[in-house]
């Protein structure tokens, strides 16, 4: 268990409201990653951290803005849901390789 | 355009009938190349890195190598418990990480 949780685990919203999703680690590690995973396009990274602070863009990364003001902890958000967000959202930590651990996910409906 | 390439997408297999998954991809300057398992309604879970042609890692009924082209995961008698989508990442000497589309395997007993 790498020690990182997200929240909420499945959330139904509605086009144009705002969302916030939340990852939470206890491993300490300096990167954390948010993805989105869709049928036909595999997983695909929407923004990631290299420290506090410091954040950087992937390659889906219209729409969304992400925070870091702990190391434990890496918000994404959604300003104004549209329905192409419906999507299964993962977030995950590392040390800068691609040996990743990832959370259990976050299902979202965006109607 | 940097590429990986997972086939087949899908695979049914009976139970003890070994097999190899196939992860492709296009581009030079490897950093490493990276298996995950994924259970349904769960995040991917690591396996093995590989880093450079001619390696091999072994866990359990899987055996992981590596060419300059392309990575097979070879599964020895699978199991029923060895069903899961297999993904295939590859680190790029850019710092990107690209995933394959994954393989999804069906083991009946």
């Known amino acids: 268990d790498a020690g990182i949780t997200q929240s909420p685990r499945h959330k139904v919203t509605e086009t144009g409201t705002p969302v916030t999703l939340r990852c939470h680690q206890t491993?300490?590690?300096?990167?954390m990653y948010w993805y989105r995973q869709d049928p036909g396009h595999g997983l695909r990274l929407i923004h990631y951290?290299?420290?506090?602070?410091?954040?950087d863009k992937g390659e889906v990364s219209d729409g969304y803005s992400v925070s870091r003001s702990k190391t434990e902890d890496f918000l994404l958000t959604l300003e104004s849901a549209t329905s192409s967000q419906t999507s299964v959202y993962f977030c995950?930590?590392?040390?800068?390789?691609?040996?990743?651990?990832f959370g259990e996910g976050s299902r979202l409906t965006v109607l | 355009e940097d590429q990986v390439t997972q086939s087949p997408e899908a695979l049914r297999l009976q139970e003890g009938e070994s097999s190899s998954l196939n992860c492709s991809y296009t581009v030079s300057g490897l950093r490493g190349l990276f298996w995950y398992r994924q259970d349904p309604g769960k995040g991917p879970e690591f396996l093995f890195t590989?880093?450079?042609a001619g390696e091999e890692k072994e866990k359990e009924r899987l055996k992981a190598t590596l060419t300059k082209k392309e990575s097979f995961l070879h599964i020895t008698a699978p199991k029923p418990e060895d069903s899961a989508t297999y993904l295939c990442a590859v680190h790029w000497h850019t710092g990107k990480l690209i995933f394959g589309q994954g393989t999804t395997l069906q083991v009946k007993p």
């Open positions: 491993e300490n590690h300096r990167y």
């Open positions: 951290s290299y420290g506090v602070k410091d954040t």
């Open positions: 590989l880093y450079s």
């Open positions: 995950a930590i590392g040390g800068g390789s691609g040996e990743l651990f």
